[in-house]
């Protein structure tokens, strides 16, 4: 205890009060930079980045030497060297790790020093932000100028709130944006000169790299799912009880090690789709965790981490709470060398989680994770992946949810957003994640305000208040609407709001006085634009045609629009494909159909041939009440979806419709239509709607004929999407095939407010069921045959609709030339 006192009193002594330094003095210094002989990469690069930066801010001219020259004077010491352990400067370095640092006045000199990865370089830009130096996006930047610098006394040490900072956004790749902004994901360009990152391989959904199908699926079935009774080697997963996909997957991953040195995460991850293993052995594991398909997952991925972390203890194992897997098991728990990333998916992202009631089930899987493991990430989702130019509301979100991360323990953070540049407020977005971080207490309107100033410049203040009115989307009563906003989805706009948006763009544009500025701007209004062009691509009924609202000028306005994107550098519209498949679709969609109308006291129905015989609208006439769920623009493949249909299928699991080809037959007296269908394979369908009287009741029959020279497989499924009122009120009532009863009530309190069950032939509903809601006395009625009928699929959303889609399958047959398959359904609505 003495030498201690002494040591701290020498150190007084040596310095005396903390002052402010002059680090220069109208346009000149007295300052080196000192760095050690040994520099680090990344410690060699924050010395030449604070010699250019304070060239810049001040004019003089900053000299960098190395420790071993004897520097004196005035001097400011990077990393630890010779001079810092001489002047014995109490720097935790033990506790800074690799990323953290510490920023000092010792006497006359300036201390930046930290980690030699990354922590040094970190300091020396957040010093350089003290100065007043923004690199808000990676061709947006602010260096001030002052020629004479002065340094207050500083005395603070930062470590990251997260070890893995990841902003998966492509304004976020850049080299230099990216070390300093602090994040340290693999998705940017860092390399040694920034003390490189952290690198995964493979990133993530890796079971098919594991053990490929390709490879293995022939004389070994049994490595994969077994779903619906069959083994399955597309868009599946693994068996994961089977010991030898263990042991395949064991050598797997000490090969990708060996192969890649430079990577310190192995993913170890479920695929992008469903179909967990259905097997004896996997469902057991579950039953024996609680019911959580993580269950299996977990335990697999432990024993493969506890396999590789015996000669490799350096190294992570990533795995996913993904979808089916997100509920964490009731007892087996994550080996200290498995990183779990859970991936919130089905959250709404319009407001912070601990507030929003749709989000309650997420917070519960989050607290439950992070209470059996102090390993856990979050990959987060940013960006209307079907969309990427739609805006998005989530900065209050933001503001709460990566501080909610950090106090529950998470240790790392993938934030998702548009990862193709040129997204709706896809460059503030990155910038403001990035900030938080590294420090999940920052204040994230003060980095909104800094980021229009530097980024619009001239143009910063209507540019903010358009981002008021897309906040305004999210917020809660009376400030704002309080929509909520998931990640394929999207909030509406409401006429009056987007007119006003286009004001302040126009504002804005008027206002930019530079080529970066006008092209930052422009950006923003394609994002309107795009919306505009959704907006009037919804389709209307008119003059018996069913057809978008916009079609005459639509086409026009689309290829300008492209023309624009172009000039504006956005290459992608979302992810399900390149530009060029949302520009055909887009285009293609541009056309107006003929509508068939049946009706009848009690029911009006438009049918729509040319859309796969698609009934679009049930219209309840004692109440002008819409009972069919109405699709919209921002979903893929619209306006080819929802309503009332018929397809025809190979298979129940994992297969496409058939292609089917249908026109009118015949017609008799709008009470009943006869369509006829074909398809390329042969199959031939005959479909016959039909009003019962003046009930509200409409009745199908579909049967299909295998009209080709081979046997076909064909099963048949009948798809009501209703749309029964609020989904916090409905339930789905119906008796099973095994006499018992089923009451679901689909939204529960702290639950999903999405879901889908499978009721195979026994539990299915023994010939009717039923969507009721209560509370406007409204009850959609499904029947069937029971004879016709294998199992049946329940579906329902309450994501920006309150869609209950309903759907009964026939049996599945091998067709010879010939032979047919039926199924019958009949469609009626009761109000009390």
């Not at 493979?202 to 053990?211: A, D, M, R």
């Not at 960006?383 to 790392?412: I, Q, T």
């Not at 929509?483 to 394929?488: A, S």
Request: one cysteine or more; proline letters at 6%.
């Amino acid at each position: 205890m003495k030498r201690l006192i002494l040591t701290a009193v020498a150190g007084l002594l040596a310095y005396g009060r903390p002052a402010t330094l002059t680090l220069a003095a109208n346009g000149r210094t007295t300052y080196t930079i000192v760095r050690a002989k040994e520099a680090s990469p990344s410690e060699l690069r924050a010395a030449s980045e604070l010699q250019t930066f304070l060239n810049q801010i001040t004019g003089a001219r900053f000299e960098v030497v190395d420790d071993s020259a004897g520097a004196k004077g005035n001097l400011i010491l990077l990393g630890r060297n010779r001079i810092t352990d001489r002047l014995r400067l109490s720097v935790p370095f033990d506790k800074l790790g690799h990323e953290g640092f510490a920023l000092k006045t010792a006497g006359k000199h300036l201390v930046i020093a930290g980690g030699r990865q990354r922590g040094t370089m970190y300091g020396v830009y957040a010093f350089l932000e003290k100065l007043g130096c923004r690199w808000v996006a990676p061709d947006a930047a602010r260096i001030p100028k002052i020629s004479s610098l002065k340094v207050p006394p500083l005395d603070e040490t930062q470590t990251p709130d997260f070890e893995y900072r990841e902003v998966y956004m492509g304004e976020a790749f850049d080299k230099d944006w990216a070390a300093r902004n602090k994040t340290n994901g693999q998705s940017s360009a860092l390399d040694d000169s920034t003390g490189g990152k952290i690198q995964y391989f493979p990133f993530v959904h890796s079971f098919y790299s594991i053990v490929p199908p390709d490879k293995y699926f022939k004389d070994h079935p049994e490595y994969f799912s077994l779903i619906d009774g069959k083994r399955r080697g597309e868009q599946a997963q693994l068996c994961l009880t089977n010991p030898d996909v263990l042991r395949i997957s064991i050598g797997a991953v000490l090969g990708w090690i060996k192969q890649h040195p430079e990577a310190t995460i192995f993913s170890v991850s479920q695929n992008d789709y469903g179909g967990q293993c259905e097997c004896d052995n996997c469902r057991r594991v579950e039953q024996e965790e609680g019911g959580s398909a993580a269950g299996p997952l977990l335990r697999y991925v432990n024993a493969v981490a506890e396999a590789v972390g015996k000669p490799h203890p350096d190294k992570l194992i990533d795995t996913l709470a993904y979808f089916y897997s997100e509920t964490p098991p009731a007892v087996t728990r994550p080996r200290r060398n498995v990183r779990v990333r859970m991936c919130p998916i089905g959250a709404c992202n319009a407001h912070p989680y601990e507030k929003c009631p749709h989000n309650a089930y997420i917070v519960n899987n989050l607290k439950a994770w992070t209470r059996i493991t102090s390993n856990v990430y979050v990959w987060h989702y940013n960006a209307n992946f079907s969309h990427f130019l739609l805006p998005v509301p989530d900065f209050d979100e933001l503001a709460a949810d990566v501080p909610m991360y950090k106090r529950h323990g998470v240790a790392g953070l993938f934030m998702q957003g548009a990862y193709a540049a040129g997204s709706s407020d896809g460059a503030l977005r990155a910038y403001v994640i990035a900030r938080l971080l590294w420090n999940s207490k920052s204040d994230v309107w003060k980095a909104v305000d800094e980021f229009h100033d530097v980024y619009y410049g001239k143009a910063a203040q209507p540019m903010r208040a358009y981002l008021e009115l897309v906040r305004n989307m999210a917020r809660p009563a009376p400030q704002g609407e309080g929509q909520h906003w998931w990640c394929c989805r999207a909030p509406a706009f409401a006429g009056a709001q987007l007119a006003q948006a286009n004001r302040l763009l126009t504002q804005a544009m008027a206002a930019a006085d530079d080529d970066a500025t006008r092209r930052h701007v422009l950006i923003a209004q394609m994002s309107l634009r795009y919306l505009e062009l959704r907006r009037d691509q919804q389709f209307v009924v008119r003059d018996g045609r069913y057809e978008p609202r916009g079609l005459d000028s639509l086409s026009g306005r689309f290829n300008l629009f492209l023309a624009d994107a172009e000039r504006a550098g956005i290459r992608h519209l979302g992810e399900d494909g390149p530009k060029e498949m949302y520009s055909k679709q887009f285009l293609d969609s541009l056309k107006s159909h003929p509508v068939v109308t049946l009706k009848n006291a009690a029911l009006k129905v438009l049918v729509v041939p040319e859309l796969n015989g698609r009934v679009i609208s049930i219209i309840d006439q004692r109440t002008q009440r819409e009972l069919l769920n109405q699709p919209v623009p921002v979903e893929m493949n619209y306006p080819g979806r929802s309503g009332l249909s018929v397809s025809a299928y190979a298979d129940f699991v994992n297969a496409p419709a058939y292609p089917v080809r249908w026109e009118v037959s015949s017609e008799s007296g709008g009470a009943a239509l006869t369509l006829v269908g074909t398809s390329p394979n042969g199959l031939r369908l005959r479909r016959l709607l039909r009003l019962a009287g003046d009930e509200a009741r409409l009745q199908t029959e579909t049967v299909v004929e295998n009209g080709g020279a081979d046997p076909i497989d064909v099963t048949l499924q009948s798809q009501f999407d209703g749309a029964p009122g609020p989904l916090e009120d409905a339930v789905v009532e119906f008796r099973a095939v095994d006499g018992k009863g089923v009451r679901k009530k689909l939204i529960e309190p702290d639950g999903q407010p999405a879901g889908e069950e499978n009721y195979p032939s026994g539990q299915r509903p023994a010939g009717e069921w039923r969507a009721v809601h209560a509370p406007s006395g409204l009850t959609l009625v499904h029947a069937f045959p029971p004879e016709q009928a294998d199992r049946a699929t329940l579906a329902f959303s309450a994501k920006n609709s309150s869609r209950v889609t309903m759907s009964v399958w026939s049996p599945k047959r091998r067709l010879k030339p010939g032979e047919q398959l039926r199924l019958e359904s009949e469609y009626s609505a009761m109000q009390r």
